[in-house]
């Protein structure tokens, strides 16, 4: 019996079609207006590159329903630079800015490229203690995820519940996380496509298993976020597939 929270969608609007084949109630609205009668969150990674205007983040929180939840990608300029040299106004203006999603919040996605690593734990520490302290009720759900495998250690893990924040469980080949049971409430599922350069589709057997994974989290009260970002492959059906799953073995 499902007992805490799912939210499975893509990362990027991936929706079928275009606006022509769209359900008639939706061809004059927007593509996410569409894209959230289909799912109850969105992974937003154009915040990644470019910081979206607060209007453009209010906007947002209009066009979907009200128990929608986004989820954004923090700016690349605060994550990727070498050895992290970032201005702590970046991560102000941005939290500033995403705001305005108001109760439509979802995660803040944090993530550090292969090119950061244990070595800027320091670094990485300042970015999580800034975060943690504008994060303003309703707050972000902080997860992070690492490309550098050498990040999965105790102190880490420890690191992160300091600041209320989760490692995000993804399947980049050569950094996969270890699955396990996390001590926060949350749980951020974020899966890149099983053919690499975000390609393929994910096999049956594959969500199956994983739907029996998040059924038990479900059953321990976690929040459980899943995006597919094999947006070049078949992100839109597997999202699809994994809920109707975890749906069936929830009756």
Same mark, same amino acid.
């Given at each position: 019996?499902?007992? *805490?929270i799912l939210r499975i969608g893509t990362s990027g609007i991936v929706v079928p079609g275009t606006k022509e084949t769209f359900p008639e109630e939706y061809r004059s609205g927007s593509r996410l207006h569409y894209y959230g009668s289909l799912f109850n969150t969105l992974e937003v990674n154009s915040s990644f590159y470019k910081v979206p205007l607060p209007a453009t983040f209010e906007k947002w929180s209009q066009e979907v329903p009200d128990d929608f939840k986004f989820t954004?990608?923090?700016w690349r300029a605060i994550t990727h630079k070498k050895k992290l040299p970032y201005d702590p106004e970046d991560i102000t203006a941005f939290l500033r800015a995403a705001d305005k999603i108001g109760d439509k919040k979802g995660c803040l996605l944090v993530q550090f490229p292969t090119s950061v690593k244990i070595e800027l734990r320091r670094e990485?520490?300042?970015?999580?203690?800034?975060?943690h302290a504008l994060n303003s009720a309703p707050g972000w759900r902080v997860c992070v995820?690492?490309?550098?495998?050498?990040?999965?250690i105790g102190p880490v893990y420890e690191l992160l519940d300091r600041y209320e924040?989760?490692?995000?469980?993804?399947d980049m080949p050569g950094s996969k996380p270890p699955v396990s049971d996390?001590?926060?409430r949350v749980v951020y599922l974020r899966f890149h496509g099983p053919e690499g350069n975000y390609? *393929? *589709?994910?096999?049956?057997e594959f969500l199956e298993g994983y739907a029996a994974m998040i059924k038990t989290w479900l059953a321990r009260d976690k929040e459980v976020y899943v995006y597919f970002n094999n947006t070049v492959g078949s992100a839109f059906e597997d999202a699809q597939t994994l809920r109707k799953l975890v749906e069936e073995s929830n009756p």
């Open positions: 019996m499902q007992v *805490g954004v990608k923090l990485v520490k300042n970015i999580l203690k800034q975060i995820e690492f490309r550098d495998i050498n990040w999965y924040a989760s490692a995000v469980l993804h996390e001590a926060t390609r *393929g *589709g994910y096999s049956p």
